[in-house]
């Protein structure tokens, strides 16, 4: 008598399609305001997909139709690769280790991470705009078959690259070094940005688009493209050519997932090192000097409770990765604009984005708190209390902005050779600063929102991105209406041909910025008072 046959485990597939379906819907079903805003996204992001497919296909028989097919494939694999590191925290099934407890084997789990991945928007995203791609270069049946051929291996491929890039840098990633990492490369990639912007715009014109045809002649050799390319060859005869470029492209992804495959069986069968060689070094590099008070920063700060809460928010510029990274991005973004408008010739007056970059990081003060704010609302005992809170974090912005406002500006000015106007500009940067650290005040106070702690890119809890809008614009708009008494006398003197009575904008914009950003504090310390159980329950998530 045989033993029976063991029953045949069940497929992972069918598991994790579920399981990517059930934390979609769940993630839906937490608020009203969330399902809001993921369909708004989801039919934007379709509407700009659509939109684009159809300008490529617009672009059939077009002399860069073929330049133009390639350099979209190319871009789309870039942008799977990169963005899973900056938004990791996004999408659950992203770190593999949450699997690690159960019995998986890497193979059956990585064919089942990849079908699940195929679901979602992105996968439809990049589908349309393969699609438009493809059809730009498409002519005859064969290249049609090519096509669709060439449309799947660009959709796995990106997949498996996206998939492969997140299962190396998992470790890296969860850890806190990790993340300030994660931090300066969007500082990075928000640089590279402008510079892109400056390299599209010195492509218009006949030269630029040579340049970006002779560009896409090394980009279609480069998988996905490959696939692309491969379609506008079969439309031309060269079959020999679109064999090796698909080939290329199918090896290319056979590289990326067995890079995957690697990544995942190191995952599941090896123990995170960083939690177990981190915490002896740390507590022996600690030494003696641990349970000492920690000195203060060495900065002149106040005394009493300003100088404490000054203190205070140094630290958390410099430890929490999301304060860290909203202070970094207005310090070089502010510098970056400026610069844009040196190289392009442009206005002085481009230097006010640094005094507003740096004045909205005023608002939403008590979400970086979180749940932490218990601790200073058990400080708060009286109206006094709570105008040196609020008068403590807005010195600490403006400690950082005024200098730095200063430094940009007279660069700019020296550099753009209007010396002439650097007196009324600063004097505007400044009434701007103040206005924002005044309506900041008040917007922390009477509309605060919670920061997610495991994302520093996530700048609001789902369903209260409407928040974070209200503050932002609606905030800067307010601090701009507040600028109109500084900002009426320059028209006014530019207008009647006074220019010798400008200098006088520069010390009434930094008493006028000072003054307001005081009396608006003041006047938001009771509400403080009034509001602390409120906004405890708001940014505690």
């Known amino acids: 008598m045989t033993a029976a046959a063991p029953p045949a485990a069940p497929s992972l597939t069918g598991v994790f399609i579920r399981l990517k379906l059930s934390l979609m819907r769940n993630g839906l079903r937490q608020s009203r305001g969330r399902a809001v805003g993921w369909c708004v996204g989801v039919t934007l992001a379709m509407l700009y997909a659509l939109a684009n497919g159809a300008g490529l296909v617009a672009l059939r028989n077009n002399h860069y139709a073929p330049a133009v097919s390639v350099t979209v494939a190319v871009v789309l694999s870039l942008g799977w690769a990169v963005v899973p590191l900056f938004f990791f925290g996004g999408d659950d099934t992203l770190d593999p280790t949450r699997l690690a407890m159960l019995p998986l084997r890497p193979r059956p ?43 799947a291996l660009l959709l796995a491929l990106c997949v498996a690259l996206s998939r492969a890039v997140a299962a190396a840098n998992t470790r890296l990633l969860t850890s806190r070094r990790g993340r300030d990492l994660a931090v300066f490369s969007g500082i990075f990639i928000a640089v590279g940005a402008q510079l892109v912007n400056l390299a599209l715009n010195s492509l218009t014109g006949t030269e630029g688009l040579h340049r970006a045809t002779s560009a896409a002649s090394v980009l279609r050799w480069i998988p996905p493209a490959t696939a692309v390319d491969a379609v506008r060859s079969t439309g031309r005869g060269a079959y020999g050519l679109a064999a090796v470029q698909l080939l290329l492209t199918v090896a290319a992804l056979a590289l990326v997932v067995s890079w995957w495959h690697r990544s995942l069986f190191r995952l599941m069968v090896s123990p995170d090192a960083s939690t177990i060689v981190a915490a002896p070094e740390e507590s022996k590099a600690r030494g003696p000097a641990a349970g000492r008070p920690r000195p203060r920063l060495g900065l002149r700060l106040p005394g009493g409770r300003t100088g404490t809460v000054m203190e205070r928010q140094f630290r958390y510029m410099g430890r929490d990765p999301r304060a860290k990274a909203a202070l970094a991005t207005g ?45 200073v609302m058990a400080t708060i005992a009286d109206r ?54 005044a309506t900041g005040g008040f917007a922390s106070v009477r509309y605060p929102y919670a920061v997610p702690r495991d994302n520093p890119f996530a700048n609001a809890a789902p369903g209260q991105s409407g928040l974070v809008l209200l503050n932002v614009f609606g905030g800067t708009l307010t601090g701009v209406a507040l600028c109109l008494p500084v900002l009426a006398p320059v028209v006014a003197l530019h207008l009647t041909g006074h220019h010798g009575l400008l200098w006088l904008v520069l010390p009434v914009g930094a008493i006028y910025g000072a003054a307001i950003a005081a009396a608006s504090l003041r006047l938001a310390a009771p509400r403080l008072l009034d509001r602390l159980p409120e906004i405890l329950a708001t940014v505690r998530g």
């Open 109 to 151: 789990l990585l064919t089942a991470l990849l079908t699940s991945s195929l679901i979602g928007v992105g996968p439809v995203f990049t589908v349309l705009l393969g699609a438009g791609a493809v059809t730009a270069v498409t002519h005859g049946p064969a290249a049609v078959v090519v096509a669709v051929l060439a449309v």
């Open 384 to 437: 006094r209390d709570a105008e040196l809170e609020l008068r403590g974090r807005a010195l600490a912005i403006a400690v950082i902005a005024v200098p730095y406002v200063t430094v940009v500006t007279t660069g700019a000015a020296v550099l753009l050779g209007r010396l002439d106007a650097l007196a009324e500009t600063l004097g505007l940067s400044f009434a701007f600063v103040g206005a924002l650290l």
């Open 331 to 375: 310090l070089a973004v502010g510098l970056l604009l400026p610069l844009v408008a040196v190289v392009q010739h442009g206005t002085v007056y481009q230097c006010l984005w640094a005094a507003g970059l740096l004045g909205v990081q005023m608002y939403n003060q008590f979400g970086m708190d979180g749940a932490a704010f218990w601790t």
